[in-house]
């Protein structure tokens, strides 16, 4: 099982400073992140990671659970 600080590393690598310290990030640059941080969380929320699990608990209207 993946630990929550790879969760963590990998959400913030995909980030970047730029996002932070940019006051505009380009239309692609920004669908490219959207889409990288969605696979990421969809990935460690399914393999059981409890911050990735949270972050999609509070993005209803993104995420979709399936209860098995």
Request: charged letters at 25%; proline letters at 1%.
């Amino acid at each position: 099982m993946s630990t929550n600080i790879e969760f963590i590393t990998k959400f913030t690598e995909i980030l970047g400073d730029d996002f932070f310290l940019s006051d505009m990030i380009h239309q692609e640059e920004l669908f490219e992140k959207q889409d990288a941080i969605a696979k990421l969380l969809c990935e460690y929320a399914n393999e059981g990671s409890s911050i990735a699990n949270q972050m999609v608990n509070l993005l209803p209207n993104t995420f979709r659970q399936e209860k098995i």
